[in-house]
């Protein structure tokens, strides 16, 4: 039992769950014809198995090359090597992306190619992008955007002005929250010479970096409270409270991001802007629920 919760722990599979969520919220709603049956159909099963593979791969492989860096950033949190043997590891690893890669053969040669592109991006971040200036941040917010993207790769009928801006949103979302783990996390990467922003740039510098992101991730939000009546939405009132919860869930915390990391100074402080940033994401997600209803 113990090793099953390990595993789950290892793939997170809390996230893996809310990102699968996420995709059938975008197929779903920001489709206007679907109705719930189509959620079950064996193609998008398909995508969403195939998707959560490649991320529970990821995360194992990013785990397996971030053991030393753990034990000195999360001591006490480390399962590879304590629970799981490193070989253990990679065979999860391996295992994972070939299941992933074979269930997205049943549904186009566009998902088989963005999946196996996926993967190779989330090998290459473990090994060698994280460590390097702003890349790694870049790939995976890349990878976070693309997991909505995707879902107009599997159904070409759904507006791509709503997954543009979708996508655009867990891409600078993501990107801010990355640079302030990297700023969380900045004495263990720094004993391993890694060259993340906070520690090529410094804290003061990195703060301004992330106060600027927030600053164009809060006027995008502001256009879109400008701009709904470009989303079809089901009457007048379904984009009232569409406004009223982006204004509440979403832009208001984006504002408090501001003071926060002006104020921010300690490890602890940095965990508490990127739980604010995780909520702001997740609140953004469910905010198309609206749209379909």
């Given at each position: 039992?113990?090793?099953?919760?390990?595993f789950?722990?290892l793939?997170?599979?809390?996230?893996?769950i809310?990102?699968m969520?996420?995709m059938?919220?975008?197929?779903?709603?920001l489709?206007?014809y679907?109705?719930?049956?189509?959620l079950?159909d064996r193609k998008?099963?398909?995508?969403?198995?195939?998707?959560a593979?490649?991320?529970?791969?990821g995360y194992?492989?990013?785990d397996?090359y971030d053991?030393?860096?753990?034990?000195?950033?999360?001591?006490?949190?480390?399962?590879?090597g304590?629970?799981?043997?490193?070989?253990?590891?990679?065979l999860?690893h391996?295992v994972?992306?070939?299941l992933a890669?074979t269930?997205?053969m049943?549904?186009?040669?566009?998902?088989v190619?963005a999946?196996?592109t996926s993967s190779v991006l989330?090998?290459l971040?473990s090994v060698?992008?994280k460590?390097?200036?702003?890349?790694?941040n870049?790939v995976?917010s890349?990878l976070?955007g693309f997991?909505?993207?995707?879902?107009?790769l599997?159904n070409?009928?759904i507006?791509?002005?709503?997954i543009?801006?979708y996508?655009?949103f867990?891409?600078?979302?993501?990107?801010?929250?990355?640079i302030?783990?990297?700023t969380e996390?900045?004495d263990?990467?720094?004993?391993y010479?890694?060259?993340?922003?906070p520690i090529?740039?410094?804290?003061?510098k990195?703060?301004n970096v992330?106060q600027?992101?927030?600053?164009i991730?809060?006027?995008?939000?502001m256009?879109?409270?400008?701009?709904t009546?470009?989303?079809?939405?089901?009457?007048?009132?379904?984009?009232?409270?569409?406004s009223?919860y982006?204004l509440?869930?979403v832009?208001?915390?984006?504002?408090?991001v501001f003071?926060?990391?002006?104020?921010a100074?300690t490890?602890?402080?940095?965990s508490r802007l990127?739980l604010?940033?995780?909520?702001?994401?997740i609140?953004?997600i469910f905010?198309?629920?609206?749209?379909k209803?």
């Open positions: 039992m113990q090793k099953i919760f390990a789950f722990n793939i997170r599979v809390v996230n893996v809310i990102m969520i996420a059938m919220l975008c197929y779903f709603c489709n206007d679907l109705i719930a049956e189509d079950l998008f099963i398909l995508l969403l198995i195939s998707v593979l490649t991320a529970a791969a194992i492989i990013n397996y053991v030393k860096l753990d034990i000195i950033n999360k001591p006490g949190k480390v399962i590879i304590n629970i799981f043997s490193r070989r253990q590891a990679i999860f391996s994972l992306n070939v890669i269930a997205s049943f549904i186009n040669i566009q998902v190619f999946v196996i989330l090998y971040y060698s992008f460590k390097q200036f702003l890349i790694g870049i995976i890349f976070s997991m909505v993207f995707i879902i107009w599997f070409k009928s507006p791509v002005h709503l543009l801006f996508s655009s867990a891409f600078i979302s993501t990107l801010i929250r990355e302030i783990k990297d996390d900045i263990g990467d720094r004993n010479n890694c060259k993340t922003l090529v740039a410094g804290i003061a990195t703060k992330i600027s992101m927030n600053l991730f809060v006027g995008g939000i256009l879109l409270l400008l701009y009546n470009q989303i079809s939405f089901q009457s007048k009132y379904s984009e009232n409270i569409f009223f982006i509440i869930l832009l208001v915390p984006s504002l408090s003071y926060m990391v002006n104020k100074t490890k602890k402080h940095f990127s604010v940033l995780k909520l702001i994401m609140a953004g905010s198309m629920i609206l749209i209803f």
